[in-house]
Nanobody
């Protein structure tokens, strides 16, 4: 069983920044594709950003130019740097791991609130 633990959420003013982290258990992290999703209560979970094992990245149009996904394989960690935050970025952010060999797993989520 792979475990994912997110951290770094919180309350921030519009225009501010936050960095989310997701630590993944086990010793095969470098082979996993990693993603960040977010969900607003009552709405579907949506893909925010993804990074492959080869470090190719993709982003939702709504966050392009403001968010950056990265990974540190030595620390089994994927990051989401969020800049120029807007109230509409308020959501619970989830880390999601994809592996054909080990399965797919979700983290528990971390709340991000953008408000003045």
């Amino acid at each position: 069983q792979v475990q994912l633990v997110e951290s770094g959420g919180g309350l921030v003013q519009p225009g501010g920044s936050l960095r989310l982290s997701c630590v993944v258990s086990g010793n095969r992290f470098s082979t996993y594709a990693m993603n960040w999703y977010r969900q607003v209560l009552g709405k579907q979970r949506e893909l925010v950003a993804g990074i492959t094992w080869g470090r190719s990245t993709n982003y939702a149009d709504s966050v392009k130019g403001r968010f950056t996904i990265s990974r540190d394989n030595a620390k089994n960690t994927v990051y989401l740097q969020m800049n120029s935050l807007k109230p509409e970025d308020t959501a619970v952010y989830y880390c999601y791991m994809v592996s054909a060999q080990n399965g797919n797993y979700w983290g528990q989520g971390t709340q991000v609130t953008v408000s003045s």
